[in-house]
């Protein structure tokens, strides 16, 4: 069960943005006591400007809100000890990396993320890790203690009905989509071109001329080319089979690989560094240019393919089946799934106009129900340019949520009320318990939970 609690370091609806974090060298000091953990002013500070990094806001001061939010983070980790809660490292070790390479992504560059924080990349990645292997503790207790919510039909009715209707969310207009794509043949001397790069950097690398990371930020049409083509720790099954095949074969770090064929395009990969079955990888992808020719080749299999539609010689749904190129949709009649993280839609045919391919929104935005669309051109998510045509199965046009129409996201609402309601009962008695003590300097707060100050 996913948590939208308060008390997640990781936090997703805050309001007030913070100023930028000042540059001066703070002097450490103890500014909380919870129990016998002390709250310093430089974990203050640290965790505004992980908020900051976040793109996050938050209501009112922010040396008000952070504290108690560390506080509370000292009694779930207090009540985890008790628990005996166990994280695994490897999921630790994975959001650390995933994370890391988000950061390096927003400030641009290794360089600028070291001057933000202060340290080194070594630093912040442990940093990171003890931040993360804590959370992770928390969950733990969450899951624990508040995991297990079964309300009832009428409970959630009751809630719904609790509610004033503006206090409702707002359901943009979803479509379901069906999609036929057309992949078009790339020539032969395209790919020559390509592979005939990727060597010339090879043979570079090899004898020392250039770098593999230089070359990488030059060259590479993989985003993590800003990175000079680093990935960050990754598992086996996070990769392609065939890129992974070939990278967890390095062993060398000084080798580059032989040139790798995946549905990206063309690749060269190096070794950086493995850890136990996570490795961190760079690599060269560079993609055979698509022809004029060869799209409106595509185009035009895919008007054929439409006309037999519209004459009803074959159905869209046996269309989508028998020539569709998408391997992810053909097998379920050409019906695309959201998988938009963390969006009210994952895992079901809806999708909100911002949660579809760009290109195929623009298309799909003033369709009606059942229309089918001429062929386009969409750029697919593995980065490659297709002939597609798509088939509007069902149109819902935005509203404010109701009990008929949405009831798993009333549900969902109903749920995270009385799992925040529980965990609200269970911190104020924590505290209670807990001792407790504020320097007197930062104890002029409005703060959320009643019994900090004794």
Not at 93 to 117: C, D, H
Not at 396 to 416: C, F
Request: aromatic letters at 8%.
């Amino acid at each position: 069960m996913k948590y939208t609690l308060q008390i997640l370091f990781f936090l997703a609806a805050l309001t007030v943005v913070l100023p930028a974090p000042s540059q001066n060298n703070v002097i450490d000091e103890i500014v909380w006591v919870v129990g016998d953990e002390a709250i310093l002013k430089s974990e203050v500070e640290e965790f505004r400007k992980e908020i900051l990094m976040q793109n996050q806001r938050i209501e009112g001061d922010p040396y008000c809100f952070i504290p108690e939010q560390l506080a509370v983070r000292k009694l779930f980790l207090d009540q985890a000890k008790l628990d005996s809660i166990e994280v695994q490292e490897v999921n630790v070790n994975r959001q650390v990396e995933y994370l890391i390479n988000e950061y390096i992504a927003s400030t641009g560059s290794v360089e600028r993320l070291e001057e933000y924080y202060g340290k080194s990349i070594a630093a912040i990645r442990e940093d990171l890790r003890e931040q993360i292997r804590e959370q992770q503790l928390i969950e733990g207790v969450q899951q624990k203690h508040f995991g297990n919510i079964l309300l009832t039909p009428s409970e959630i009715r009751n809630y719904y009905n609790s509610l004033p209707q503006d206090s409702l969310p707002f359901i943009p207009t979803t479509l379901e989509v069906q999609i036929i794509t057309v992949e078009p043949k790339i020539p032969l001397e395209e790919i020559d071109k390509v592979k005939a790069r990727l060597r010339e950097f090879t043979e570079q690398i090899n004898s020392g001329e250039r770098e593999f990371s230089t070359l990488a930020l030059l060259h590479s049409e993989d985003p993590s080319a800003m990175r000079g083509g680093e990935l960050g720790f990754m598992s086996r099954s996070q990769l392609v089979p065939e890129f992974a095949n070939v990278a967890f074969a390095l062993s060398d770090p000084k080798k580059v690989s032989n040139i790798v064929e995946t549905e990206y395009g063309f690749h060269i990969i190096q070794l950086i560094e493995r850890r136990g079955d996570m490795g961190n990888f760079r690599h060269i992808l560079l993609k055979p240019r698509v022809p004029q020719e060869a799209l409106d080749t595509a185009l035009v299999r895919l008007d054929s393919i439409r006309s037999g539609i519209m004459q009803h010689k074959i159905t869209f749904d046996e269309a989508a089946t028998y020539f569709s190129s998408d391997k992810e949709t053909r097998n379920n009649k050409g019906i695309m799934v959201n998988k938009t993280p963390r969006s009210v839609n994952a895992g079901t045919p809806r999708f909100a106009l911002n949660e579809l391919n760009q290109d195929i929104a623009k298309v799909a935005g003033e369709m009606k129900e059942g229309e089918i669309s001429e062929p386009f051109i969409m750029l697919n998510d593995k980065g490659r340019q297709v002939a597609a045509m798509i088939r509007i199965t069902a149109r819902h046009e935005g509203h404010r949520a109701n009990i008929n129409n949405d009831y798993q996201i009333i549900k969902q609402m109903a749920e995270s009320a009385r799992q925040q309601k529980m965990v609200d009962e269970w911190l104020q008695k924590k505290i209670e318990q807990t001792y407790v003590r504020i320097d007197p300097a930062w104890q002029g707060c409005e703060l959320k939970y009643k019994g900090w100050l004794k």
